[in-house]
């Protein structure tokens, strides 16, 4: 989730730093909640342990400053509860918005001299990729969700390939998705990640380190087929009363 791709990869070497002598540095948690098949939201709760924040406060800051910038560039907002601890919140008003917020957030890069690109261009980057498909009914929209993260350079400690032991306990991500009715997990691949649930949600625990694969299918209330629908009965219901009705009480007046 390119752990939002502010200057990633030295925000990267940061945490690979960090803990050696930290523990329980980063909890991010990213969930997408849909309302209804017109209107959802993306919620990011990023917390940061004391520890990492003083180890690196200035850049840990202006990284937070940077997601702040980003949220209301996508029409969205940013609450800082503490230096540690953020909350952005990005609306989209169906699957196809979703999808190009999602990517314009988390694919997004920055003007960089050559000097730093050359620095950091041995470490691999964190891809992610978010695609919705949506058959919309009259009344209802199935949906399909698949989002891949590959996570693999996070445990990355050289470009020879040493490899970070006990990244779980150093970065925790999540992902959960919310929706009115539920939602149907798909296990499909080897690298398909089993959810929790919480009663209309399912949570995915992420795992640094490997290729992250997550697919469900659900359905939502399509507000504009039902607002069409409830339009179409009122006017029959308005000419059933001109024509109907009315009619026939004036032909029991002329009675």
């Known amino acids: 989730m390119n752990i939002s791709n502010f200057r990633l990869k030295p925000m990267l070497w940061l945490v690979i730093c960090a803990s050696f002598i930290l523990s329980g540095c980063v909890q991010y948690d990213l969930g997408v909640t849909f309302n209804n098949a017109n209107n959802g939201e993306i919620i990011q709760h990023i917390q940061l342990s004391e520890k990492l924040t003083s180890f690196s406060s200035d850049y840990i800051s202006e990284w937070l400053n940077s997601l ?9 907002s940013a609450r800082r509860i503490s230096p540690e601890e953020i909350i952005l919140k990005i609306p989209f008003s169906n699957g196809r918005e979703l999808q190009e917020k999602f990517s314009g957030f988390f694919n997004y890069t920055t003007s960089q001299k050559p000097d730093i690109v050359s620095n950091d261009s041995e470490l691999p980057n964190i891809t ?16 399909r969700l698949i989002y891949d993260l590959d996570l693999r350079s996070l445990s990355v400690l050289t470009s020879k390939g040493n490899v970070l032991t006990g990244t779980g306990s150093i970065i925790n991500l999540d992902f959960s998705l919310q929706t009115p009715w539920g939602v149907k997990n798909i296990q499909q691949t080897e690298d398909a990640i089993q959810p929790e649930k919480n009663a209309k949600q399912l949570i995915w625990k992420l795992k640094p380190g490997e290729l992250n694969h997550i697919e469900v299918v659900f359905w939502l209330p399509n507000m504009l087929g039902i607002g ?3 339009i179409i009965l009122f006017v029959w219901g308005g000419f059933y009363l001109r024509y109907t009705l009315l009619e026939s009480g004036l032909q029991d007046l002329q009675s």
């Open 128 to 143: 992610s990729n978010l695609l919705v498909q949506n058959n919309n009914f009259l009344l209802l929209s199935r949906n």
């Open 68 to 76: 702040e910038r980003r949220a209301r560039k996508l029409e969205g």
């Open 228 to 230: 069409t629908l409830i």
